[in-house]
């Protein structure tokens, strides 16, 4: 069946490294792909969005990578901070199925002092 | 400030007894959506509208009923028909998508336990 998956359930990484984080999709309708941040106890706040036909898109310490070739998105956090700390969820959305968004399980990225 | 305000933030329900979680946007979004989270897991959709008096079934609506009278409400009612209802239930609003796609925005959420 259709879903997004992410490659990796947890991600320890040291203060002040870049951080990825993968997610793997293998509905190639999928048109628009998001990343979110949750942090406990939180609803998942928006990082950064990318449509199907860019394959990077840059914001504040962040990076989207998108590959349709093979189906993959990743995130990029650039000198990782402690606040940084939260599970991370990729989402897809295609335009010919009602905008609904299609979440993976999620990553635990910790950061270490 | 615009956001999405979701109450209680705690809630408890005795069993055979429906309960309600509200969600109230100010973000004058025509779309609205209900998630339903379970630990270590992502976001499973439960039930989502587009506009006013209208609403479709999502992945997992058996067991949840929801009404969409005014744009900035979208209260989710949890019925007895719903044997596992213990989860964190989030909801969101978006612009209506047309053009484009837009992204989802979410409140805090609401946890729900069985007493």
């Known amino acids: 069946g259709e879903s997004v998956g992410l490659h990796l359930p947890t991600l320890s990484v040291q203060e002040g490294d870049n951080s990825i984080i993968n997610c793997a999709y293998s509905?190639?309708?999928?048109?628009?792909f998001i990343w979110y941040k949750q942090e406990s106890g939180k609803g998942p706040q928006f990082i950064i969005d990318?449509?199907?036909?860019?394959d990077k898109r840059q914001g504040q310490r962040v990076t989207v990578l998108l590959n349709k070739t093979v189906k993959h998105l990743s995130l990029q956090i650039a000198a990782t901070q402690p606040g940084d700390s939260a599970v991370y969820f990729c989402?897809?959305?295609?335009?010919?199925?009602?905008?609904?968004?299609?979440f993976g399980a999620g990553t635990t990225v910790t950061v270490r002092a | 400030d615009g956001g999405i305000t979701q109450s209680p933030k705690y809630l408890f329900r005795k069993e055979g007894q429906n309960v309600t979680l509200s969600c109230e946007q100010n973000l004058n979004h025509d779309a609205m959506y209900w998630y339903r989270q379970d630990p270590g897991q992502g976001l499973r959709l439960i039930y989502y509208s587009q506009i006013v008096n209208d609403f479709q079934k999502g992945d997992i609506a058996e067991g949840y009923s929801v009404s969409r009278e005014k744009k900035e409400s979208f209260p989710l009612t949890v019925t007895s028909a719903q044997k596992n209802p213990t989860a964190f239930y989030l909801c969101?609003?978006?612009?209506?998508?047309?053009?484009?796609?837009?992204?989802?925005?979410f409140g805090d959420g609401t946890r729900l336990s069985i007493l």
């Open positions: 989402a897809e959305n295609q335009r010919s199925n009602d905008y609904k968004l299609s």
């Open positions: 990318i449509r199907s036909n860019m």
């Open positions: 969101a609003s978006s612009p209506r998508g047309t053009e484009a796609n837009q992204p989802q925005h």
């Open positions: 509905n190639s309708a999928s048109d628009y």
